[in-house]
């Protein structure tokens, strides 16, 4: 869905900032499986909301008729409600990850590594 929305607005408006776009809505799309919002909402939500928030992250100002599109995209195909929604589930699953202090981390990555490890010997032998 994320590419039938970015082919909606205008490229050539976008300029460079296309690719840091749709990078960054395809980056926050795959963040979403780390929650519950793709079984709760429609794809068309989720990928609007992507978008939305990617367009948001990089504060990009001179696209006031893009940004104009895409909110007439979301009036379209999906309700405003479920976008804010998502766009909010999405915004607690990062604050979680930044509630994190640097000891609860470490000891985070290097569970990882044990655990890697483990598989590692486990797959040679």
């Not at 082919?7 to 519950?36: I, T, V, W």
């Not at 504060?59 to 893009?66: A, H, P």
Request: hydrophobic share 40%.
């Amino acid at each position: 869905m994320i590419p039938y929305y970015m082919a909606a607005m205008d490229r050539h408006a976008l300029g460079e900032h296309l690719q840091p776009l749709a990078a960054s809505a395809f980056m926050l799309a795959n963040d979403c499986y780390k929650s519950n919002v793709v079984i709760v909402y429609e794809p068309e939500c989720v990928a609007l909301a992507c978008v939305q928030m990617a367009w948001e992250g990089l504060q990009y100002e001179r696209g006031v008729e893009q940004q104009q599109r895409l909110l007439e995209l979301i009036e379209l195909d999906s309700s405003k409600e479920a976008v804010d929604a998502v766009k909010a589930a999405m915004r607690r699953l990062y604050d979680n990850v930044e509630a994190l202090d640097a000891s609860e981390l470490k000891n985070l990555h290097r569970r990882l590594e044990l655990q890697r490890e483990k598989q590692n010997k486990t797959a040679t032998t």
